[in-house]
């Protein structure tokens, strides 16, 4: 049984070491992204009209939303390993 444990200790160390160097690539990576974000408006009806501020769709008058970048799934994918 004692080998089954060392076994164990040993996965278990090598493992925190990759996710410990995993973890620090993605903050090395998260620092070099920090870009002023680039918040851009679109029209829920119309997603190819793209305004850098908020405003109407110049084709139907509605609102402008905001577009969320979707890469924040990503990010979160790759915290769970
Ligand atoms: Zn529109």
Do not use: R, W
Request: aromatic fraction near 4%; include cysteine.
């Amino acid at each position: 049984m004692k080998k089954v444990m060392l076994m164990a200790i040993a996965i278990l160390f090598s493992a925190a070491t990759v996710f410990a160097a995993h973890t620090n690539a993605a903050v090395a990576d998260t620092t070099k992204k920090v870009k002023p974000a680039k918040v851009q408006y679109t029209c829920p009806m119309h997603p190819e009209v793209l305004s850098d501020k908020p405003g109407k769709c110049p084709k139907c008058g509605m609102t402008l939303v905001k577009k969320e970048p979707a890469k924040k799934k990503t990010d979160s994918a790759k915290m769970k390993m």
